[in-house]
């Protein structure tokens, strides 16, 4: 049966309104909750410091900001690079989790959709999307809102189908789940950088300064098999020899790009 596209917008947001009740500190927990969140999600957070850090800019949105752990790396960032007049602004599509967000960093907190970011075009030098576009019903629609509110900069990080699961999916040892059956649960859709984003962005005006992939690995495998945490030295130098191999290196589960507008782009 065909839903209507306003009332799984309606489902998603209502298990993110549920989720950010039922988590205590999600974000905290997925970068740092143990050892393996550390390698997959902790990698993840410090490529998008270290891109950051490559770059200037006077002002910041974080599409999908959650309880707002990336705006507050990123304002302390600031500060220490006496950027003293940053201004931030952090958008989501679950009011409860900007409730904690509030308590958590200072700037503008926004409900909305990143379908229809509620912003003028060229608002923001820098726009950060981080794990957002699996999430949401037309990844296309939303990356376009971030080209259309970013002035200079898009951050933008998705999360790849890792090697192991590419090639187990491939071989109809995966099962395949409907995203659609338990909306909001898990990805809607599947994205990489090289086949997906940068398509996109060179469509829209944008140029890639910088991409990175790795992380091939399957964490949540890894996790229920309490896989001994000293294995992850080898897992990240085999990630390395990986990232080297042309057919493979894009079968990375930490995708992460920058791109920069070329030029104003009509987006009628």
């Known amino acids: 049966m065909c839903v209507p596209k306003m009332a799984l917008i309606k489902k998603i947001r209502e298990y993110y309104e549920r989720e950010a009740?039922?988590?205590?500190?999600?974000?905290?927990?997925?970068?740092?909750g143990n050892p393996w969140n550390t390698y997959w999600h902790g990698t993840r957070l410090r490529e998008i410091l270290r891109m950051a850090k490559?770059?200037?800019?006077?002002s910041f949105l974080d599409v999908g900001c959650a309880e707002g752990y990336h705006i507050k790396?990123?304002?302390k960032l600031a500060n220490r690079a006496k950027n003293e007049g940053l201004y931030i602004v952090g958008v989501d599509i679950a009011r409860n989790y900007l409730l904690k967000a509030k308590k958590r960093c200072n700037g503008l907190l926004?409900?909305?959709d990143a379908h229809k970011l509620p912003f003028k075009e060229n608002s923001f030098e820098l726009v950060l999307?981080?794990?957002?576009?699996e999430h949401v019903l037309h990844p296309q629609q939303a990356f376009k809102e971030l080209v259309r509110t970013s002035r200079k900069f898009i951050?933008?990080?998705v999360a790849g189908?890792?090697?192991?699961?590419?090639?187990?999916?491939?071989?109809?040892?995966?099962?395949?789940k409907d995203p659609f059956t338990k909306i909001g649960h898990g990805h809607i859709h599947e994205a990489r950088i090289a086949e997906t984003i940068i398509p996109w962005a060179l469509g829209a005006e944008c140029e890639p300064v910088e991409s990175i992939v790795t992380c091939y690995f399957p964490l949540a495998f890894l996790q229920k098999h309490k896989t001994p945490t000293f294995f992850i030295s080898v897992i990240k130098f085999v990630d390395k020899i990986?990232?080297?191999?042309?057919?493979?290196?894009?079968?990375?589960a930490v995708q992460i790009v920058l791109l920069q507008k070329k030029k104003a782009y009509n987006f009628k």
């Open 21 to 32: 009740l039922e988590l205590k500190n999600h974000q905290k927990e997925m970068y740092f």
């Open 54 to 58: 490559t770059i200037s800019f006077n």
């Open 73 to 75: 790396l990123l304002e």
């Open 110 to 112: 926004v409900v909305g």
């Open 129 to 133: 999307c981080s794990e957002v576009l």
């Open 155 to 157: 951050l933008l990080t």
């Open 161 to 176: 189908e890792n090697l192991f699961y590419y090639f187990t999916k491939k071989l109809g040892l995966a099962k395949v």
């Open 242 to 252: 990986i990232n080297k191999l042309p057919v493979l290196r894009e079968l990375g």
